[in-house]
């Protein structure tokens, strides 16, 4: 009995041992099989360290692939304290390269860390501070590759832009808007050492950066390089307190062009003010429109008939009286008996007066909402105004006289040049938007695309149609001529704002504005400039908006390869005008004969012919009396 006892917990101890030795084989295989990755990963992290490699930023270009902002390849200073022998004389030879306190260095290469950046000093060094380091061959001293944002056209496109800070972080306009798109991933050399930092003989791994995602822009960068020069030259003419600019195709929302000044360089944004920095005038500046606005009370009362521009008349006395109001036109002395389509040339304050009381308040502000006014557009920037209108309870006969030519509202361009375009493009509200896509930096593979978005019709074609005549008109015959290209059928609207200070309206101080678009037939680009304050001269949307516009849809003819148009009205001439004249054909005609036909040109000869052989300007051709033509002459 005693014995079999013994034998029975014999069975037990060799049963226990033997349950214990097949856990421990299973650990072993699940350890060496399964759980393999994660416990090398752990061991591994104890004796690795890396050096980080930054991603490239996203690349911005413009829609024809012309870049705006990209990056140049630096070097930036990391340190591994363990490794660094010789702690005091590392330090002072870095400091004496970057130019820092002894302490500050000392304090970095001392880190009870794994692995010290050396920020803000140390970061994004130049070629010449780097091999300067690197030549020092310092033991735990390292030079690891940093992109730093570039932006090769300056000062263009800067506020739309924005731009990033030390840590290539967006932190204005587009860059930081689509941060989390443009921003790429860390890789790294990774290396082993010792548990006491000393970096061991082993192979490295290198671990490929991500770079972010690329953006395309609806913009246009020449049309864009001609709103810039415009409006730098305006600055320089006329010192205005600020200025701005919007081009826009008004049949797809796409923002061609945008700027204003005062500008800034987004590489060095450290030496501007916040004021200059952050505030992207075309989405984020409110102000009265003046008679821009006026389009939109002429689409409201063409869209419910209650005009007839060409048969009915008003006579302007120069003033009309609105309550205990007397609102003036801008002619001294009126304009006298006109039609309500020379009430639109003549931009006749009191005509319009008319129309809006004709039309009513409800309807108007029911239309001037539609039109996407006192909301935002929802373009895809950040900074965005709503603009202010009045409450329809607060609109008595005084406010809806002079809402109805632009007065007592406040809007933002983006706002006007959106309206302006739903009321010339068959009558559809279109969300504006600047980004066309963003794509994959490697398969370029679209991770998001932006197409047209309508927000509703506002009114019919057939109205559409007539605004765009009778805008035409305006520039043929009123007081939008100095925007005339000679040839091209050109439409837009002049407005000149009074400025509000402390509630009151400030005398001589105006904004200044032109909408101005073209074929006027079938619209391609929308072009608004607004000059604020302009100095030295006689402040009219006219004389001073409406030539820059007028530069700007010239310099697109080209660029956007529009031809002349059949039909293209004539232009109405006042005293000093420069006039058109059509160049005649004098080819084959004697050098006296030429000189007759060619009577009110200047003629310049090459040759020592008598008879012409060439000319230039050819016949046909349109230009200013009083310009050149050349001929060349032979025997």
Request: net charge neutral.
């Amino acid at each position: 009995m005693f014995f079999k006892h013994i034998h029975n917990r014999i069975k037990v101890v060799l049963f226990f041992i033997i349950f214990v030795f097949v856990l421990i084989i299973g650990k072993v295989f699940y350890t060496q099989v399964f759980d393999y990755k994660r416990l090398n990963g752990y061991a591994s992290n104890l004796w690795s360290r890396n050096l980080p490699i930054e991603g490239n930023r996203g690349i911005i270009y413009d829609r024809n692939g012309e870049v705006l902002a990209n990056n140049l390849t630096t070097t930036s200073l990391v340190l591994i304290p363990n490794q660094i022998k010789d702690k005091e004389n590392t330090a002072k030879q870095l400091a004496e390269i970057l130019n820092v306190d002894m302490k500050d260095m000392m304090a970095h290469v001392s880190k009870k860390s794994s692995i010290e950046r050396v920020h803000p000093e140390g970061r994004r060094l130049s070629y010449e501070i780097a091999d300067k380091i690197s030549a020092l061959k310092l033991p735990g001293v390292y030079l690891v590759k940093e992109s730093k944002r570039n932006y090769p056209l300056g000062k263009t496109l800067s506020h739309t832009l924005g731009f990033v800070g030390i840590d290539n972080q967006g932190l204005s306009g587009l860059e930081l808007m689509y941060d989390s798109y443009l921003t790429g991933e860390y890789g790294a050399i990774k290396y082993f050492s010792d548990a006491k930092g000393n970096r061991l003989d082993l192979n490295e791994v290198y671990e490929q950066p991500q770079d972010g995602v690329n953006m395309t822009l609806t913009i246009n960068n020449e049309i864009q390089s001609s709103l810039e020069r415009e409006l730098d030259n305006a600055v320089l003419k006329y010192n205005p307190d600020q200025a701005l600019g919007l081009a826009m195709n008004p049949k797809t929302g796409e923002i061609l062009a945008i700027s204003s000044r005062p500008n800034f360089d987004p590489a060095h944004y450290q030496d501007y003010t916040t004021e200059v920095t952050g505030r992207n005038l075309p989405i984020w500046a409110t102000y009265e429109p003046g008679s821009t606005f006026k389009i939109i009370t002429l689409a409201t009362a063409l869209n419910e008939n209650k005009v007839d521009l060409e048969k009915e008349q008003f006579t302007d006395g120069g003033s009309i009286q609105v309550e205990n109001a007397r609102i003036k036109c801008w002619k001294h002395g009126g304009h006298g008996t006109q039609t309500f389509l020379q009430v639109v040339e003549n931009s006749c304050n009191p005509g319009f007066v008319v129309l809006g009381q004709r039309i009513g308040k409800e309807t108007l502000f029911k239309y001037i909402k539609n039109f996407g006014f006192g909301t935002k557009t929802g373009i895809d920037l950040n900074g965005e105004a709503n603009g202010i209108l009045f409450s329809l309870d607060r609109v008595g006969p005084v406010e809806l006289a002079t809402t109805a030519f632009g007065q007592g509202v406040s809007v933002t361009p983006i706002q006007q040049i959106t309206a302006v375009s739903a009321a010339i493009n068959g009558g559809t509200l279109l969300k504006p938007y600047i980004v066309k896509s963003l794509n994959e930096p490697e398969t370029n593979q679209v991770v998001l695309e932006n197409k047209p978005t309508k927000v509703r019709q506002v009114i019919t074609k057939e109205t559409s149609k007539k605004v765009r005549e009778t805008l035409e008109s305006v520039v043929t015959n009123g007081t939008g001529r100095p925007a005339f290209i000679d040839g091209y059928r050109v439409g837009g609207k002049t407005g000149t704002a009074q400025k509000v200070q402390d509630g009151r309206y400030m005398v001589g101080n105006y904004i200044v504005s032109f909408m101005g678009f073209m074929p006027a037939d079938d619209p391609e680009i929308v072009v608004y400039v607004a000059i604020d304050n302009a100095k030295g001269i006689t402040q009219y949307g006219g004389t001073i908006a409406a030539p820059i516009v007028k530069n700007i849809l010239e310099d697109s003819i080209s660029i956007l390869n529009m031809s002349k148009r059949k039909g293209a009205s004539e232009k109405k001439y006042n005293y000093g005008d420069q006039k058109y004249a059509t160049v005649p054909n004098v080819v084959g005609k004697s050098k006296e004969d030429a000189v007759k036909e060619l009577k009110g040109f200047k003629v310049e000869y090459s040759g020592n012919g008598s008879v012409v052989t060439y000319q230039s300007p050819s016949a046909g051709e349109r230009i200013y009396e009083g310009e050149t033509v050349r001929l060349m002459l032979n025997s």
